[in-house]
DNA sequence: ATCCGTTATTGACATAGATCAATTCTAGAC
DNA sequence: GTCTAGAATTGATCTATGTCAATAACGGAT
C-alpha cells in the first residue's frame, strides 16, 4: 500500500473468534488482511449461517450492502484466525476519487475483481452440483481448504456439513 | 452522462433478438440502456442458459470477467426487446481515473451497487427456497417480471420453468 | 383470422441434497 | 497424558426440485 494511503488506516490484532463486524451494524469499515484469516458470513432465519467469503493474507473484506440502498450491515465479520488487519474507514472506499492515482487505480481493479469473483460464484452455484462446487472451490482457494472447518466451507458452498462430507469421500474413491 | 463521457460512447439500435457479445469473445464492451431491455447469460457444459441478469432502461450491463485474470467472456449479451444503447469500450471502465470527477464518482458508486448487488444475490442463491427468491425477485425487479419469458426468469432463479410455474401457483392461491 | 412454433402448465416419477440420529474422531483445556 | 465439546462421518429416511412427457395457451408471421 502506498504511502497516503497508509496515513489513513489503523493497524489491529485480533484474536481467533473475536467478531469485528455485527449484522445490523450501521459504522461499517473494510478490513485488510496482513496476516491471519477472515470471513463475512450471513445468518438466516432459520439461524444458519451461509458463508460469504474468506479472506485470508493480502485480501481485503468489508460488507458493501450499507453503500447501497441498504441502511445496515447483512454480514458479520469474524477472525478465523489470530489476525493482523488494517482497518479502513468506510470513508476511504466511498471517496477513493480523494486517492492518489496509483491507489485510486489499485482499488478499482479490486471493484472489478471482487465483481469478476461474484460473477463467478453466483453462476457455479446456478449452474454446478455440490460437488462441482467444492472441486471448483478447491481449485480457486487451495490453501484455505486445510485451514478452515469443513462446515464453514459446507455454508460457502450452499451445502450441508453432512452432504460435503459425502462429496468429499465420493471424490477420494469414487 | 456528463458531456466529457458522451465524447467516448457509440450510441446503437439493436432489434429483439440481436447479439451484442458473445460468450468466448476477447473483445469487450460494455452497454447502456438507454430504452429497451438487455440481458446476459451463462451457457453450461449442457447447453442449459442461465441468466445471469435482466438490464432495462438505465442500467449498465458487461461481462467483468475478462476484465479480471479469465481471458474471455463467459456471458452471452443480447437484447430481449428492440432497444437504444450506448456502447462504452473497455478503455473507458478500465481508465475510470481519467474521467472528470464527478463521472468517476458515479461509476464507482455504479461499481459498489454491482458488488451490493451481487452479494444479495449470492446470499438468496444460498438461503432462500426457489419460492422465496422468485417473491424477492418480483419485490426487487417488479417491472421487468411482465416483459420477459418466465423461462428466463426461471434460468435467473436457478430453477426449471416447471417449477416456476408451481411456485407461482402455490403463491397465486396458497 | 389462422397457422405454427415457442412458451407455460400440469402430472407422474426420479434424484440430489436435507434432515435426524447415532457413532467416531479430533483438538484444545486441564 | 486424559477429558470433553465440538467436528466429521455414516446410515436411514424425507422433501424440494428436477426430469420426462403430454397438453394447453400464446404470439408472431402470413
Known amino acids: 500500500m502506498s504511502n497516503t494511503f497508509a496515513e489513513t488506516y ?3 490484532q485480533v484474536a481467533k473468534g473475536e467478531i469485528l463486524q455485527h449484522s445490523g451494524d450501521t459504522q461499517i469499515q473494510a478490513f485488510f488482511v496482513k496476516s491471519g484469516l477472515l470471513r463475512s458470513y450471513y445468518l438466516d432465519n432459520k439461524g444458519k449461517e451461509h458463508t460469504f467469503m474468506f479472506a485470508p493474507e493480502n485480501w481485503f473484506i468489508m460488507d458493501f450492502s450499507p453503500l447501497t440502498n441498504i441502511p445496515c450491515a447483512q454480514l458479520t465479520i469474524d477472525a478465523l484466525e489470530n489476525s493482523e488487519i488494517y482497518v479502513i474507514p468506510k470513508s476511504l ?3 477513493i476519487h480523494k486517492l492518489p492515482e496509483e491507489e485510486l487505480k489499485n482499488q478499482i481493479q479490486r471493484f472489478i475483481n ?3 469473483t461474484l460473477q463467478t460464484r453466483v453462476v457455479m452455484l446456478m449452474s454446478a452440483t455440490a460437488e462441482e462446487r467444492y472441486v471448483d472451490f478447491l481449485k480457486t482457494y487451495p490453501n484455505i481448504a486445510q485451514r478452515v472447518p469443513q462446515k464453514m466451507i459446507a455454508a460457502y458452498l450452499g451445502i450441508t456439513p453432512e452432504s460435503l462430507s459425502r462429496a468429499r469421500k465420493k471424490i477420494s474413491r469414487p
Chains 1, 2 share one sequence.
Open 10 to 12: 489503523s493497524e489491529k
Open 114 to 116: 471482487r465483481i469478476g
Open 93 to 95: 472506499v466511498i471517496n
